[in-house]
């Protein structure tokens, strides 16, 4: 591994160490710019991230909402193909 690289591995980790473990429902809202009711409406389908409940918090593991945008994110090849099939 080059020294590029680790120092880029190094600079990953420590970002990851500042970003919570957990995020409740108003602070996923508030990062992704959208309601609390549709991060809701999100949890609640089949294919939604897990969510945790702790008395009324309701909470939701950075890793599984990041999964869940992956798997939800739309390429443009993607858009491109559609729209030639139509």
């Known amino acids: 591994m080059t020294n590029r690289n680790k120092a880029e591995n190094q600079d990953t980790e420590q970002n990851n160490d500042a970003l919570p473990v ?13 309601s609390r009711g549709l991060i809701y409406k999100i949890l609640k389908s089949p294919d939604g991230p897990v969510c945790v409940k ?27 193909e559609e729209a030639d099939v139509a």
């Open 54 to 80: 702790l008395g009324d918090k309701t909470l939701v593991e950075a890793s599984d909402w990041r999964a869940y945008l992956k798997r939800k994110t739309v390429t443009r090849d993607a858009i491109e």
């Open 22 to 34: 957990m995020f409740t429902v108003s602070q996923l809202a508030k990062a992704n710019n959208c």
